[in-house]
């Protein structure tokens, strides 16, 4: 509809498009499909929000890109015809893979890691839908392992959730980009 909407935050809007414009592309599906498949995100990426957090200032990376992958794999799962049951496992076992995973974006700005770190949960999305539709289970049940992250993001150190005071941000090559760009006058 002409509109771009970055889901569920615009530091992992990259992975549902990465997923869904590439299986398009592959299995020739119909635009309304899609957009049925979008709504199935949707609808997963609501639960996740209101169970747990969704974005990295509150919960760190496994919270934004955990919960992008986990609604790509559903979604996907759907659309390859998998049944409902199966799309929830396929949430599952996607954010299990991203548990732990901290917000530690160089210098505050949302690009390292973030970008590759949007390719990465592309492919954790493809790889979650084939387990789901080959039978694989998330042992852990989707509904408790969403619980877990929340816990996780709760007891994160603040230095991991998006101030740009820990992780991959303060490395010496972190520090020295954000220096270079302080001195060209990109960031005060
Ligand atoms: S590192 Fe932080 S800002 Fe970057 S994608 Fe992950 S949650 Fe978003």
Redesign the pocket.
């Known amino acids: 509809m002409g509109r771009i909407i970055a889901t569920p935050?615009?530091?992992?809007c990259g992975i549902i498009p990465g997923v869904f414009v590439s299986t398009q592309e592959r299995f020739g599906w119909t635009d309304d499909r899609m957009v049925e498949a979008l709504f199935a995100a949707g609808a997963i990426g609501y639960v996740i929000a209101n169970q747990s957090f969704i974005?990295?200032?509150e919960g760190?990376?496994q919270?934004?890109?955990g919960s992008a992958v986990g609604m790509a794999a559903g979604a996907l799962t759907e659309l390859r015809g998998g049944t409902p049951e199966q799309a929830v496992h396929a949430v599952g076992l996607a954010l299990k893979n991203s548990l732990g995973?901290?917000?530690?974006?160089v210098g505050g700005l949302?690009?390292i890691?973030?970008i590759v770190?949007?390719g990465f949960g592309a492919v954790t999305a493809l790889a979650a839908a084939d387990m789901a539709l080959a039978g694989v289970r998330s042992v852990i049940p989707s509904d408790e392992v969403i619980g877990v992250m929340k816990d996780i993001g709760a007891a994160m150190p603040e230095a991991h959730r998006?101030t740009a005071k820990g992780?991959?941000a303060q490395t010496p090559t972190g520090k020295a980009i954000l220096s270079d760009l302080r001195k060209k006058g990109g960031r005060s």
């Not at 935050?9 to 992992?12: N, V």
């Open positions: 935050t615009a530091g992992s974005s990295g200032a760190g990376c919270a934004e890109v995973l901290i917000c530690d974006p949302v690009e890691p973030c770190r949007n998006e992780g991959l």
